[in-house]
């Protein structure tokens, strides 16, 4: 890829233009619900090189390519159609689509990056008690 993807957003660009209002979203911060947040679109809940992973190669954008390409790249036009073609979700193929969005969407962000490190840290402690010299 010759122009990795910089910009890589934790809600699809395409979900939070849904709920915009002139290219503008507001956000509720977890920690404190009575502060709200106005954002451009382009720049909401984005983070530069959230899903770069660095490897022996140097860093590597395939998470975030595999997340426009298979997961959202899908659920967008799938939601489009559900949504403003008006169709039903009883069909196979949209009801997939929105689906792995959404099973991926539970899984993304802050939080359960944090949960998912936390874990591997208390396992590699445990590991080394029971681990002999």
């Known amino acids: 890829m010759s122009n990795p993807p910089k910009r890589h957003h934790v809600v699809p660009q395409f979900l939070l233009e849904r ?8 956000l509720v911060a977890r920690d404190d619900l009575s502060r709200r947040i106005t954002s451009p679109v382009p720049t909401a809940l984005a983070q ?3 899903y770069t992973t660095e490897t022996d190669k140097g860093p590597n954008t395939e998470i975030e390519t595999f997340f426009a390409e298979k997961v959202e790249g899908p659920a967008s036009g799938a939601l489009s ?3 403003d073609g008006r169709r039903a979700l009883s069909l196979p193929a949209l009801r997939e689509r929105i689906s792995t969005l959404l099973a991926f969407q539970y899984v993304r962000g802050e939080s359960t990056r944090r949960a998912i490190v936390e874990n591997y840290r208390a396992m590699f402690q445990k590991l080394t008690l029971i681990m002999t010299p």
């Not at 709920?19 to 507001?26: Q, S």
């Open 48 to 50: 530069n090189h959230f």
């Open 19 to 26: 709920f915009a209002k002139d290219g503008l979203v507001e």
């Open 81 to 83: 159609k559900l949504i």
